[in-house]
């Protein structure tokens, strides 16, 4: 109805152009006082030719060897069953090619004698020969189809996410393909957990069609694509996956969850607002990014707010803190011996990365001036996982900031065994605002 007082009831829906037959924005709710025109001429009646081109909707494989593909109106099926209108990139026209009704017809399967490999995104070319009813040509682009990988846990993950917009903004989540396979995100819902039960809620699939993730790719999802883009630089707006329906993230605490259609667990991350750093005294639009993708959403330190030298957020493309971990030879390793913890986006905290030799280890890391002055408890009694990273930001036991100078830390490590490693490192704190 398009008309939410009528569309409660007593109104009909009148055909404006009755010489257009697509059906394509040719209905409208009477204007007629008596709320219709049964037996005469339609209260809305005017010329509406029909002059919008058929596109194609959707195509996607069915199996090996079968295209399902869906047009955005009918098409009589003598013009779609025509195997030369149909072309696949490499592989050519089809063997045969069959309308979902024999008049008229929105969809329509192309038969191919060869199996169409997984993994491989093959291009469709549809002829101009291809018209409606109306005589308007196909004026669809190319279309893109394939058969995916299936989304497996932490082959796609949770890369940075903005759950305090500015006013008049929204949230956005973004992905990265870590693996090496073509990805596709109609396979994947995002969610978020109840804060009470912990139980999932609010899950809403990606997309209905196909969207394919290169490997290295980075895609965002939210449901305003046109604040996004006034807010932020996005170096790749076509990867903005707009929604209709979103997860509520709260802007205190939450859970991003990232599923398959079967609603296994793809990836997960739990935030609060404290893990931004002390130098962001608002955090609204400040996303928060992840360190480094190989590591685990949940490790500690793996998460930093979003530099200010790059607006604060990056959606769709590298992050701006983003430091791969280097392989670590000693048992502890600092990432760099200098940093400047002064909000710029750079070096602003100190990476302590560790790899141990058996599991079970428990640590407990302290910060010392060089005058042997306690500083700051960065960890106490924490179990370590097997490898890992650990962060300090520069600041003091009451999280004041430190003077620029050198420091002193002081790590034990030890097992139930009684295994035990002590090392000192020295780091220098370069410059803070």
Known sequence: YDDETKSKGGWSLER????????NSNWKASTDVEGGTPGKENSVAKSNPDNIQPYILKA??????????????????SILENTEYYVVIGVGNPSEVKAADTELSNTVELIY????????VYELVVSPDIKDIHGNEYGGDPVFFGQMHKPEKENIVINEILFHPRSGGSDFVEIYNRSDRILDLSDISIASRNRTTGSLQQIHRVSEIPIYVQPADYFVFTTDSASLLRSYYVANPENIVVMSEFPTYPNEDGTVVLLDNEENIIDEFSYFESMHGIFISDPAGVSL??????RKSSELGNWQSAAQTVGFATPAYQNSCYRHTEEVNEVFALTSTTFSPDGDGYDDVLFIDYKMPDAGFVANIRIYSLRGNFVKEICRNVVLSSEGRLTW?????????????????YIEAFDSNGKVYTDKKVCVIASQK
């Open 16 to 23: 404006i152009d009755p010489d257009n037959l697509s059906d």
């Open 60 to 77: 996607e494989i069915i199996n090996e060897y079968l295209i399902r593909i869906l047009f955005s109106e009918n098409i009589a099926a």
């Open 113 to 120: 004698d060869k199996d169409f490999d997984i993994g491989v």
């Open 289 to 294: 990014e992840r360190v480094d993708f190989d």
């Open 393 to 409: 930001d520069g600041t003091q036991a009451n999280n004041m900031k430190v003077p620029v100078g050198p420091y002193i830390i």
